[in-house]
């Protein structure tokens, strides 16, 4: 995962010299016990990006502090694509971020059901105007789950990333030159 770390930190720095405006992120973990954190932390220099994380593995931190409806873990359950986003945006207020990365899962070997099964993890981003998720069903053991959700995780902070720099540079191609920042 280090690729990965490194590659997020390159694009924020990136987007930074581009538009003079530092993104900032932060993530609220369940399955991954903050991992996902661990590993953006891991760059020099990610504190000035980085704002925090919150490790919320029951349902009551997940409703007290990051706002999830009790509907929707009722409705739905705590491992589950509404459950994943209503986190990220509740992480996104919560640690007044750009960008917030959450995940939820069953890691294993036990918590599993015939509709949700060892392996089933939710990632989620909020942004402005933006809520991506992605279901994932990885087949390891439980330490092997929880690094491939992180990574699922980075990796969709990543290309998040790319899709915002390259959008921002189309549209800058777009403006008559003389009106270009």
Sequence with gaps: MAKLEAEIARLIR?????TGKLLTIGMVESAT????ADSITNVAGSSDYFKGSVVAYSNEVKMGLLGVKRKTLESHGAVSEQTALEMARGGRKLLDVDICVS???IAGPSGATP????????VSLAARGA????KHAFRGNREKNKRDAAEAALNML?????????????SARLLP???RP
């Design 33 to 36: 016990g903050g991992r996902i």
């Design 14 to 18: 990136e987007y930074q010299a581009k």
């Design 158 to 170: 990543k290309q998040y990333l790319l899709r915002r720099l390259n959008a921002r540079e189309r």
């Design 177 to 179: 030159h003389a009106a």
């Design 131 to 134: 809520g991506l998720s992605q």
């Design 115 to 122: 509709e949700k099964p060892v392996g089933l993890f939710y």
């Design 103 to 105: 995940d939820t899962g």
